[in-house]
């Protein structure tokens, strides 16, 4: 089809205006012109067993098929085939690689092809080769498929992984009960064991550490904010569930203690158990988002109130912006203060 | 740092000295604001569309016991307070007796009883403090050893977290050039839910790659900002494997 990029019709001016009809849609349509403009000599019934092999068969017959080269004045002269002097060939701009009539998820594809022009995993499939391969020399004596893989197939396999939150698949073994475009995107599928599989050689190799750099941006900007969120647990067994659990229990599940820069983007991240609070750790996990970002300001709710923290930070030479418990003060009148200002919204300060 | 608003409740913050230096105070609610966009407004949006609150992996590790650390800490503390308690009460006792051995070389009557009582009084004390203490004790060694409990392994769920976040930071980054060539605002979620989950149709030729976005179902505003989203996507000047993608809408009903 030969279209500039810029042109917003979906036929090329020498081609027939198409319009949905009864039996085919308006891409149908234009999908067999396309073929027949590739090969105006084709009879219409080799078209049509042409048509039965590829990836979407349509359901029509000679007879109409006739009818719609007559319009478009792409009928074959009477008698048997002959082969037209002016050929055209295959590798034309018009020639049809792929059709695909229904396809879901279409911005996801449309994301993926901009993820793809920006480059954006390849630093993710150097680090993972770069792990794997580092496992393999300390430790000669193992063997698992993710020393053989490619990079293509690392590529697509982690790729599997990232794309599956934006088709609806939470869990790995939603990939075997749900419907999704994975084929289309990646050009192969894949089910939850090759996947979980994966998810545990990654795993073994120490995908966990080794990823974190590829998360940190050009420009980390200067403040960093830091939370920790908690992710439940739960299983069959019988166990408190929820984050709220009765007092003196510990809820099952795990802590992300995630890292933003001021733009939003995620920096570092670490997972800890919910029995240790997150004050225990957090000089530690600044220590190492100061070595990965070089920030040294940070801005934390209130798990880290208290005067120890804040000599604990002044002691490093951080800067640290937290937020006084509720529980603390009644209000303005539990405080010696001096008005300072008003802000744009009219606050007093 | 303190903030009155005009209405809802007070805003305390504090600050280290660093802070303070590098930060104006008054900037400081804005910056505390902007911390709960990112983050917690942040991780509803990965809950909704990056699978933020899956668990994955449930290996478990040998490790020491923590519970028994905790309970460890705190016994020993306990015992630590019990021990300056005997002692407090070993010298008192020694102090009474004093007194009570100078009343009697002082002939003293009703004084002496008195010392008595006290005596008494303080060795009933220390007593108590001795079987508290001894009490203790037999809770420490029933402790045992310390232990070792199997805790959860969490490599897989940080690198699923890690997508989690790498997603995200891709969509950020993704919307934000995609919103520097739209005239409205539009946010994630919205595109999302327009653009993302739609279905359509594409068609690869040998010069050029065309999706088709379905339109069908969509009311008219929803059509409209669509129409610009794609207008936008145009503009990005997308490419696969060196041929443009031209981006349309249709109407395909079922």
Known sequence: MPLASTQRKLNPPSSPAFCAGRKLGEVEKAWLWTLLYEDPQSPSRLLLDKVAQTHAPLDMSVRHLNRLRRQWQLQRPKGRPRHAPERRSVASGAAVVEMRPRLSSVGVHLFAHWLEQQGAFAPVVARLTQATRAYQHAHPGDDFALFHHRAPTLLRRFQALFFAPLFGIETLTALDTHEHPLATLLGRSYQSSTLTQFLGQLERVGADEVLFPTLVPAQTGQITSIDGHLIASWSRVAMHKGKITMRGRIMAGSQAVIAHNEAGYAVFLASHPLDIHVSRIIVAYCQQVVEATGSTLFVIDRAVNSLAMAAAFAEQDWGLLCMLDDNEHPGLESFEARPAGTLDDGSQV | ?254
């Not at chain 2, 230096?21 to 942040?42: C, F, H, K, M, S």
């Not at chain 2, 010298?91 to 008494?120: D, F, I, Y």
């Not at chain 2, 997308?238 to 249709?250: F, N, Y």
């Open chain 2, 1 to 254: 740092m303190i903030v009155e608003p005009t209405e809802g409740k007070t805003f305390v913050s504090w600050g280290t000295p660093k802070l303070k230096a590098a930060l104006e105070a008054t900037a400081w609610p804005r910056v505390y604001r902007d911390r709960t966009e990112i983050q917690e407004n942040g991780f509803k949006r990965m809950i909704d569309h990056g699978a933020l609150e899956t668990n994955y992996g449930r290996k478990k590790l040998v490790g020491p016991d923590r519970h028994q650390q905790r309970k460890r800490e705190d016994l020993e503390a306990s015992l630590a307070t019990a021990q300056q308690r005997v002692d407090k009460k070993v010298e008192a006792l020694q102090e009474q007796q004093t007194k009570v051995a100078e009343s009697k070389a002082k002939g003293h009557g009703k004084r002496l009883e008195q010392r008595q009582q006290g005596l008494l009084r303080v060795a009933q004390e220390l007593e108590e403090a001795q079987h508290q203490q001894a009490k203790q004790v037999e809770h420490m060694e029933a402790l045992g050893p310390p232990k070792e409990r199997a805790d959860r392994d969490f490599r897989k769920q940080t690198i699923m977290t890690y997508r989690t976040l790498l997603l995200e930071n891709a969509l950020m980054a993704f919307m934000a050039v995609l919103l520097g060539n739209l005239h409205s605002k539009v946010s994630l979620a919205c595109v999302l839910h327009l653009l993302f989950e739609r279905s359509g149709a594409s068609l690869e030729t040998a010069s050029e790659i065309v999706y088709w976005v379905n339109t069908t179902g969509l009311s008219l505003p929803y059509r409209r900002l669509l129409e610009e989203v794609v207008n936008g996507l145009s503009a990005m000047d997308l490419r696969a494997q060196g041929k443009p993608i031209r981006v349309d809408l249709k109407d395909m009903p079922p």
